[in-house]
């Protein structure tokens, strides 16, 4: 929370992934009526060695309950963002960047991030 204050004058839109990465990462780019173009290699996952980087991936891609918030703002905020980040010990990635185009679709390398997201029962 403390994070998100802080911020509220640099970002454009932000949420928490709670309900997984990317049904959440939908939701924003459909509100925002923009396309998310996501660099995955650039997406933060587990490192947990019992599974495959397949099994992490999507683990991160579709897994709930992480309580991270995914957020956007224009470029030339990013030295302020990286400030207010280090001085509360906190980490930001730079995952992708969003554009006019396929309005509410979340994509990487030109196409469409289609898997089945987190569900509530």
Known sequence: ???SSSIRNFVTSMI????????????LARM??????INLENL?????DLLTYEER???????GDDYELLFTSPPSFKKEITK??????LQVTNIGYVKSGKNGQVTSNNKP????AYKHF
């Open 1 to 3: 929370v403390e994070f």
């Open 16 to 27: 928490d992934i709670s309900d997984g990465f990317i049904q959440d990462c939908k939701h």
């Open 32 to 37: 925002s009526n923009l396309e998310f173009v």
């Open 44 to 48: 933060p996952i587990s490192k947990i």
């Open 57 to 63: 991936l999507n683990a991160a891609l579709i897994g």
């Open 84 to 89: 207010i980040a280090k001085a509360q010990g």
């Open 113 to 116: 991030i289609n898997i089945d």
